[in-house]
């Protein structure tokens, strides 16, 4: 069976027009078509936000899987453009993966942080929509 995780990682963009330039390169990568990757990802709008999101549940999460390379090739999309763009590109990105371990949780975010403040915007967004939550469950009958 193996060692399972959950895993959510999420971006946020300030325009439709970045999401979809960022998901077609995306999707011209080879290990993305493969392993027929573009149909993990789930656009979104919240607000003014344009999202993009990929969600698992009990998979084997290990980083030398192709899978995992080409789920996780979409940040490196994402920091290229943010690169070229400058000022002109903003986004904002955050990753959970919790392990079946009690305290294995990797946790990682970033975000563009021009001085007009929309990278830190957009990580409110994220923020307010994807966290981790613990929760204790009794049944004492």
């Known amino acids: ?3 399972r995780s959950d895993i959510v990682i999420a971006f946020a963009f300030a325009s439709e027009k ?5 998901l077609a390169i995306y999707q011209m990568n080879e290990l993305v078509k493969t ?9 979104h709008t919240w607000g003014k936000t344009w999202a993009l999101t990929f ?3 009990n998979v084997k ?3 030398g899987y192709e ?5 996780e090739h979409m940040r490196e999309v994402v ?5 070229e ?3 002109d590109f903003s986004f904002a990105y955050k990753k959970i993966r919790l392990g079946e371990s009690f305290d294995d949780v990797d946790y990682e975010s970033d975000y563009t942080s021009h001085s007009a403040g929309i990278g830190t915007d957009l990580m409110q967004v994220i923020d307010s929509r994807i966290d981790i939550r613990r929760e204790l469950v009794v049944d004492l009958q």
């Open 55 to 57: 969600v698992a549940h």
């Open 1 to 3: 069976m193996g060692y």
């Open 67 to 71: 899978d995992v390379i080409g789920i």
């Open 85 to 87: 763009r400058g000022e």
């Open 61 to 63: 999460w290990y980083d």
């Open 35 to 43: 392993h027929d990757l573009l149909q993990d990802w789930s656009t």
């Open 79 to 83: 920091q290229a453009f943010a690169e």
């Open 18 to 22: 970045h999401l979809a330039e960022v």
